[in-house]
């Protein structure tokens, strides 16, 4: 096979069909993007999440007695209480908060954020709590044991809030993925439909070399080559998209959620992990999806 040919007819073939082309080239740029920018929303989902397990503690809150009595922990209800948790193999710490030690700390949570809220509430109107971490944050099991005992009045997990965050972010991974399904399928067409509109465009060429010897890879191999590098040309301005979309819009709008430990940053290595994987993948789809094309159109 001569592969000067080949590779001359190619690029050709993309001039033809320039149009086609073009649009075959968006298409693909964006189905690669949206797969990769998917990609590296589950990683930052992944990651977040231990982020948010690493901080996590669940809230035994105390009943009112305890809370308007006892500041230390020293009534035998409260001191069994803790004892019963600090003895637990499944807990890594405890840590009791008095009612004003609970309110001092909801005035340092939210005197910035809503002010109205703090001066709204008082300091009664916080329970004395045991703020507990598990050696396995997931596994609440522990605290199952202290659920039913009159002391406490409620047991907030805050691995709840977790799963909240973390729920959002996988809506609008699966809304990526959804979005780069359907233009996947797009560029499919439109490879199909270039490779034809190129193949009857050059039927009497191809028609001449088969009869003069060419094998059917031969004659074959330049419509497929363009597909290839209609997609590859794709795969180059999707890869250059996400990483300026992540250095000038994406970086710039998170960076405060980043530096708060709110939301897990996304790496340009993570991005140079994923683009070769998706590019090659469609690289390959772009190819078969032009053999088969053209398979199908020299039997009809």
Request: net charge negative.
């Amino acid at each position: 096979m001569h592969l000067g040919y080949v590779l001359r007819e190619a690029f050709k073939g993309l001039g033809r069909n320039l149009t086609m082309t073009i649009a075959m080239i968006i298409t693909t740029a964006i189905s690669v993007g949206l797969v990769v920018a998917g990609i590296l929303v589950t990683d930052m989902t992944k990651n977040t999440k231990e982020i948010y397990l690493e901080r996590v503690e669940v809230m035994v809150q105390l009943d009112e007695d305890i809370s308007a009595n006892d500041p230390e922990c020293t009534t035998p209800a409260c001191a069994d209480l803790k004892e019963e948790l600090e003895t637990n193999s499944e807990i890594d710490s405890v840590e009791y908060r008095n009612r004003q030690a609970s309110y001092d700390r909801f005035v340092e949570l939210f005197e910035d954020t809503d002010p109205v809220m703090v001066q709204e509430t008082s300091p009664d109107a916080l329970p004395a709590a045991f703020h507990v971490r598990l050696k396995d944050p997931t596994n609440t099991e522990a605290l199952a044991a202290i659920a039913d005992d009159p002391a406490v009045s409620e047991i907030v997990d805050q691995q709840e809030e977790v799963r909240g965050a973390a729920s959002n972010l996988d809506s609008i991974r699966n809304a990526t993925f959804i979005l780069a399904a359907i233009m996947a399928i797009a560029a499919v067409f439109l490879i199909a439909n270039m490779v034809q509109i190129a193949a009857f465009n050059r039927a009497r060429e191809t028609s001449i070399m088969r009869m003069v010897g060419a094998s059917r890879w031969f004659t074959q191999a330049p419509f497929v080559l363009e597909a290839v590098l209609g997609a590859f040309i794709g795969v180059v301005l999707a890869g250059a998209g996400v990483l300026v979309g992540k250095k000038t819009v994406l970086d710039p709008s998170l960076e405060n959620l980043y530096q708060s430990q709110l939301l897990a940053p996304i790496n340009t290595g993570d991005i140079w992990v994923a683009l070769p994987i998706v590019g090659l993948i469609a690289l390959i789809f772009a190819g078969l999806t032009a053999l088969v094309t053209m398979r199908a159109y020299v039997r009809k």
